[in-house]
């Protein structure tokens, strides 16, 4: 009997920085209610998914930088997410900005959590690769401070039994780097569930903003095939408080070919039935690593970033 998940990715258009948590809640029960209609059993929401991608300023009040963070998970805000998906029996996985306190130590980190279908957290990760840089830079038109607001995650990539599947999640720059699937491909996983805000204008090399699009794909395309699992990527997409973001969700098979993808920049749904036993026709032949894998050759990489 095929193991299938129906999956959702639900795209997420710009999210101004004056729209309120409730506000954003409202449109993203509408995707649920819309991935109800097409019988999903989960629904994967884009990184920072509650607010506007705040990182984009620059901010040195560390009350106001706070504003931008869930200190509790649920919360009032996203509790009718949590009862959604009990009433819908469907399960969601959420982007959001994490406060939390540990031995009096407070912490901050760019979060994702998958929430089960009985409404529980069932799952963490806190966002590894963390882009941009920690200091106003003058040269940019708009700044991308996550060096500065979040911390490196602390749990590692972590893959966790739910839905009568192995899945996994990173979160936006994470894709770009070949080791965060490869981690969770180690692990069997089947599914990797991921949200990004990417914006098209790259400050530091311009010449590449017309491959936003492609390398988006080309990463998580490779991240599918090389590990032969499914991946869900959901954007924050459009014109956000006048920074063009790419759109691009998809849904990508173990062989790496998108199955679904979004057309607009705006909040859209797009739904797979994933055949999760798929992953095997890969991860037993072409990328067995029992049989084909050499780690006594790999030593650099998992050394210094300096390689040497
Ligand atoms: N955003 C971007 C990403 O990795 C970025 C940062 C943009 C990197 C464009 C390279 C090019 O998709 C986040 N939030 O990581």
């Given at each position: 009997?095929?193991?299938?998940?129906?999956?959702?990715?639900?795209?997420?258009?710009?999210?101004?920085?004056?729209?309120?948590?409730?506000?954003?809640?409202?449109?993203?029960?509408?995707?649920?209610?819309?991935?109800?209609?097409?019988?999903?059993?989960?629904?994967?929401?884009?990184?920072?998914?509650?607010?506007?991608?705040?990182?984009?300023?620059?901010?040195?009040?560390?009350?106001?930088?706070?504003?931008?963070f869930e200190a509790e998970m649920?919360?009032?805000?996203?509790?009718?997410?949590?009862?959604?998906?009990?009433?819908?029996?469907?399960?969601?996985?959420?982007?959001?900005?994490e406060l939390c306190t540990k031995?009096?130590q407070t912490h901050h980190y760019?979060s994702?959590?998958?929430?089960?279908?009985?409404?529980?957290?069932?799952?963490?990760?806190?966002?590894?690769?963390?882009?941009?840089?920690?200091?106003?830079?003058?040269?940019?038109?708009?700044?991308?401070?996550?060096?500065?607001?979040?911390?490196?995650?602390?749990?590692?990539?972590?893959?966790?039994?739910?839905?009568?599947?192995?899945?996994?999640?990173?979160?936006?720059?994470?894709?770009?780097?070949?080791?965060?699937?490869?981690?969770?491909?180690?692990?069997?996983?089947?599914?990797?569930?991921?949200?990004?805000?990417?914006?098209?204008?790259?400050?530091?090399?311009?010449?590449?903003?017309?491959?936003?699009?492609?390398?988006?794909?080309?990463?998580?395309?490779?991240?599918?095939?090389?590990?032969?699992?499914?991946?869900?990527?959901?954007?924050?997409?459009?014109?956000?408080?006048?920074?063009?973001?790419?759109?691009?969700?998809?849904?990508?098979?173990?062989?790496?070919?998108?199955?679904?993808?979004?057309?607009?920049?705006?909040?859209?749904?797009?739904?797979?039935?994933?055949?999760?036993?798929?992953?095997?026709?890969?991860?037993?032949?072409?990328?067995?690593?029992?049989?084909?894998?050499?780690?006594?050759?790999?030593?650099?990489?998992?050394?210094?970033?300096?390689?040497?």
């Amino acid at each position: 009997m095929a193991r299938v998940l129906t999956v959702g990715a639900a795209q997420l258009g710009p999210i101004e920085k004056s729209e309120n948590r409730a506000s954003v809640v409202t449109r993203m029960l509408d995707l649920m209610n819309a991935a109800k209609r097409k019988s999903c059993d989960l629904v994967v929401f884009p990184e920072l998914a509650l607010t506007t991608f705040f990182p984009r300023w620059y901010m040195t009040d560390q009350t106001e930088i706070d504003q931008w963070f869930e200190a509790e998970m649920p919360n009032h805000d996203t509790e009718p997410l949590f009862d959604m998906a009990r009433q819908s029996n469907m399960a969601f996985h959420l982007g959001y900005a994490e406060l939390c306190t540990k031995s009096d130590q407070t912490h901050h980190y760019n979060s994702a959590i998958l929430v089960d279908k009985d409404g529980e957290i069932a799952a963490k990760y806190r966002k590894i690769h963390l882009p941009g840089h920690d200091e106003f830079d003058p040269d940019r038109d708009f700044q991308h401070l996550e060096k500065r607001y979040f911390e490196t995650g602390d749990l590692g990539f972590p893959v966790f039994k739910a839905l009568n599947s192995t899945l996994g999640m990173c979160i936006c720059n994470d894709r770009r780097w070949p080791e965060t699937f490869r981690m969770l491909g180690l692990q069997g996983v089947e599914l990797v569930m991921l949200g990004y805000n990417t914006p098209v204008h790259y400050p530091r090399a311009p010449e590449h903003d017309h491959l936003q699009d492609f390398h988006n794909h080309l990463s998580v395309q490779a991240g599918a095939y090389q590990n032969g699992t499914w991946v869900a990527a959901t954007a924050k997409a459009g014109c956000e408080e006048n920074c063009d973001m790419i759109g691009g969700s998809c849904i990508v098979s173990p062989t790496g070919e998108i199955v679904a993808q979004c057309e607009t920049l705006d909040d859209e749904l797009i739904t797979w039935n994933c055949d999760l036993d798929l992953c095997q026709t890969i991860q037993k032949n072409i990328f067995n690593f029992e049989l084909h894998r050499e780690p006594e050759n790999y030593g650099l990489i998992a050394r210094s970033t300096k390689g040497n």
